[in-house]
């Protein structure tokens, strides 16, 4: 119905202004208000479609410092070269579609190492492992020969793949 579609896109939107704070702060938390930071990094459309401000940039806050606590994501952000938001276009084996699609954020330890984190704010579902599959291709065309390490992180606790 209507209720679950608006609770989907209320989802989406979340995990992207979750992204927005890790690319903004990094896993230092900042020294401000995490909430009002959310709030800004809404854009003017998003922020009307919003039905609870405050609710959501608490939800927003709180992911995202379960994301800063979570141990692989906080040894893997004091790498040298992280990535935020690639965008990729890639054409399937054989087939003439190409997939769209934005990495989360890459991690590029080394010359031979390259982490694709992929960060959920809802609950596992059975698609995100083939999506952090196929970026984990993708990171693979954009580093040759480098070990590439897949990884999903679930903001919700109790919520590991």
């Given at each position: 119905?209507?209720?679950?579609?608006a609770g989907a896109e209320s989802e989406r939107l979340l995990g992207t202004v979750v992204h927005r704070l890790?690319?903004?702060?990094?896993?230092?938390?900042?020294?401000?208000?995490?909430?009002?930071?959310?709030?800004?990094?809404?854009?003017?459309?998003?922020?009307?479609?919003?039905?609870?401000?405050?609710?959501?940039?608490?939800?927003?806050?709180?992911?995202?410092?379960?994301l800063c606590n979570h141990p692989d994501v906080r040894s893997?952000?004091?790498?040298?070269?992280?990535?935020?938001?690639?965008?990729?276009?890639?054409?399937?084996?054989?087939?003439?579609?190409?997939?769209?699609?934005?990495?989360?954020?890459?991690?590029?330890?080394?010359?031979?190492?390259?982490?694709?984190?992929?960060?959920?704010?809802?609950?596992?579902?059975?698609?995100?492992?083939?999506?952090?599959?196929?970026?984990?291709?993708?990171?693979?065309?954009?580093?040759?020969?480098?070990?590439?390490?897949?990884?999903?992180?679930?903001?919700?606790?109790?919520?590991?793949?």
């Amino acid at each position: 119905g209507a209720a679950d579609t608006a609770g989907a896109e209320s989802e989406r939107l979340l995990g992207t202004v979750v992204h927005r704070l890790m690319q903004a702060l990094g896993t230092s938390g900042g020294s401000g208000d995490v909430s009002a930071m959310a709030l800004q990094l809404l854009r003017p459309d998003e922020s009307a479609g919003l039905a609870d401000r405050d609710g959501f940039a608490a939800r927003a806050a709180s992911a995202y410092a379960a994301l800063c606590n979570h141990p692989d994501v906080r040894s893997l952000y004091s790498a040298a070269d992280i990535l935020h938001e690639v965008p990729f276009v890639v054409r399937l084996d054989g087939q003439g579609t190409s997939v769209r699609g934005t990495i989360d954020c890459l991690v590029h330890a080394g010359p031979a190492d390259v982490t694709v984190l992929e960060f959920k704010t809802g609950r596992p579902r059975p698609e995100h492992a083939g999506q952090v599959q196929l970026y984990a291709s993708v990171a693979s065309q954009l580093f040759p020969g480098a070990r590439v390490t897949p990884k999903l992180i679930y903001t919700e606790l109790g919520a590991l793949p």
